[in-house]
């Protein structure tokens, strides 16, 4: 807890609540910013029942989220615009964060769903039908980020990378 409340701390009171309202007073953010991790982790900490499904869930929405964009962000030619990456992290976070949200309600968190023995009018194989899967927050997240990303490529809000 100790970690994530520094990592999420710094982050929120200098990386984020500065930059977005340009105060010049990070100390006193991130001591806010410390505060408010603290809360979050002590609260999320009481409402799991298990460690595993709380790194499972949360982890999965986090990686599913950044994955595509990042990936993007290092290996593409064309570089993706602020907004369009921005808008596919939170887009695939949010996804991510209410399944979690959702299974811990459901007490499924681990999202475990069964196939249904037909779909769509048309039966299933039989390696298929009434067969448990367990959906996880990863690849929910990773594609609504991905679709968002294809999306913002496909109407051209991306720049080609110079070499600087």
Same mark, same amino acid.
């Given at each position: 807890m100790v970690g994530y409340t520094l990592v999420s701390g710094a982050s929120f009171g200098r990386d984020f609540v500065c930059r977005l309202i340009g105060s010049d007073k990070e100390t006193s953010w991130t001591r806010i910013g410390l505060f408010v991790a603290? $809360?979050?982790? =002590?609260?999320?900490?009481?409402? $799991?029942?298990? =460690?595993v499904a709380l790194w499972y869930s949360w982890a999965g929405a986090i990686v599913g989220a950044l994955m595509i964009p990042t990936c993007l962000a290092f290996f593409s030619t064309r570089t993706p615009r602020a907004w369009v990456t921005t808008t596919a992290m939170t887009a695939g976070f949010a996804v991510g964060l209410w399944l979690m949200i959702w299974g811990q309600l459901n007490e499924n968190p681990y999202l475990q769903f069964t196939a249904p023995a037909q779909a769509f009018?048309?039966?299933l194989p039989d390696g298929l039908a009434n067969q448990g899967f367990s959906l996880g927050t990863l690849l929910p997240g990773l594609v609504i980020s991905g679709l968002v990303m294809l999306i913002g490529r496909a109407i051209g809000a991306s720049d080609e990378r110079r070499n600087d």
């Open positions: 603290g $809360v979050l982790a =002590v609260v999320v900490g009481l409402n $799991v029942g298990s =460690v009018g048309y039966n």
